[in-house]
């Protein structure tokens, strides 16, 4: 081994072989997950789309829909759309679960979705809430909609 290792140094030592030893160093092939320093991609890295105030889209594609839920009014209706969310008043106690379906159902009848569409992602327990839209559509289609029902009121 130790004859191998002198050979080497003598090899490489020669003005011949250094060209032939950096062409071999520039054809092998890079390590898998290997970035280059300093060398701009042609890739840019895909951005998710900007949020459109409370309605969204969450990396899995489905449109989400931040609520501020006010249970226990006289009727369902879209009361306001602010920057952070939509402001809906529910006529149903918040008792059981009741104005989370009741919200779900409303919510149903405004954006022209099936039931099934429209599901309660977070918040169960709070005022403070996020519904997610498993029909294909824009949140552009959707914050349309609910402005039309907020100048219902």
Known sequence: MLRLRSGLRHLRATPNTRGSARL???EMP???GATTKGKSQSKEPE???PPLGPVAVDPKGCVTIAIHAK????????TDLTAEAVNVAIAAPPSEGEANAELC????????LRKSDVVLDKGGKSREKVVKLLASTTPEEILEKLKKEAKKT
Do not use: D, T
């Open 105 to 112: 159902r409303y919510l149903s009848k405004v954006l022209e």
């Open 30 to 32: 890079k390590k898998a």
């Open 71 to 78: 249970p226990g009014s006289k009727q369902n209706a879209v």
């Open 47 to 49: 951005r998710p789309l």
């Open 24 to 26: 071999l160093c520039a």
